[in-house]
């Protein structure tokens, strides 16, 4: 009977505990988050310690830091930790994924590139994103944990990747969730708006909260804007509602996820939908 407990444990506890990453507790107090490709995670610090990763020093905001991973991160990657004279580094290995790759063949050569005249609306969106995104303040608001931004049937997921006639598409970076318009939109988390733009030629109504530290959110297709740019939201505060604005074949919100360059997979960030 023993036996058969032990095997038990080594069969059902053995793949998750294999995926968890123990940081020495000189350095770390707590984390929280997946070392996965798409995952971000979140670490308290003990006093006096700083981070790198790979290389690179890691801000903090009260002794607490965020890092993340984009889809395709390599598996490798390296932690240092540094505290009064000491240091250790740890080598740590991500979760590999495997995303939904659809080859669709046979298709007649369409244009889908966007007219000539919509090039400076286009030009115009992408360096108000870009502003946005380079906004990296003390905020806290990563620390919190993540809701799910609104209810309803998951209709798109992170890392998904059409080829048509063996041409690669852009992956999808985020999580559409099919609702009926007028849905309210929440903040995932506490933050302040960096961005809220009525009518951009891909995204529609688009709005994105920085939560600290380079973590931002973006939420697409939007129909109504309830927020303005410098405001500053709390988790679950209606921040907008659910539309089909832009390039979108129907009503849904298309939540992203960002850590510095790197796209996160908002689904590694929140638990279950709320009922
Ligand atoms: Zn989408």
Redesign the pocket.
């Known amino acids: 009977m023993r036996r058969l407990a032990s095997l038990f444990f080594f069969v059902v506890f053995m793949p998750f505990t294999a995926l968890a990453v123990e940081l020495p507790r000189d350095y770390v107090r707590a984390q929280s988050g997946a070392f996965s490709q798409g995952g971000m995670v979140v670490l308290y610090l003990t006093n006096n310690t700083q981070v790198k990763l790979n290389g690179e020093r890691l801000p903090q905001v009260d002794g607490r830091t965020v890092l993340g991973f984009g889809r395709d991160a390599k598996l490798a990657q390296q932690l240092e930790f540094q505290r009064k004279g000491k240091s250790q580094t740890v080598s740590l290995s991500l979760k590999k994924r495997s995303y939904n790759i659809q080859r669709i063949d046979g298709l007649p050569p369409a244009m889908v590139t966007p007219p000539e005249e919509a090039w400076p609306r286009i030009a115009r969106g992408s360096k108000l994103k870009k502003a946005a995104r380079a906004i990296a303040s003390q905020d806290d608001g990563f620390t919190e944990g993540f809701v799910w931004p609104t209810k309803g049937r998951v209709t798109?997921v992170y890392g998904s990747q059409r080829f048509y006639n063996g041409e690669a598409r852009r992956p999808?970076f985020?999580i559409?969730i099919a609702a009926p318009r007028g849905t309210p939109v929440m903040a995932p988390a506490s933050g302040t708006v960096t961005l809220a733009e009525p009518d951009m030629y891909f995204e529609g109504g688009l709005v994105f909260i920085d939560h600290g530290l380079s973590v931002t959110s973006a939420y697409?297709h939007l129909d109504s804007l309830k927020v303005k740019v410098g405001q500053k939201v709390k988790r679950g505060d209606v921040i907008a509602t659910v539309g089909s604005t832009g390039r979108s074949t129907g009503p849904?919100l298309?939540w992203r996820m960002f850590w510095r360059g790197a796209r996160i997979d908002p689904a590694l960030l929140a638990r279950g939908q709320p009922d």
């Open positions: 798109g999808h985020g559409d697409m849904h298309d």
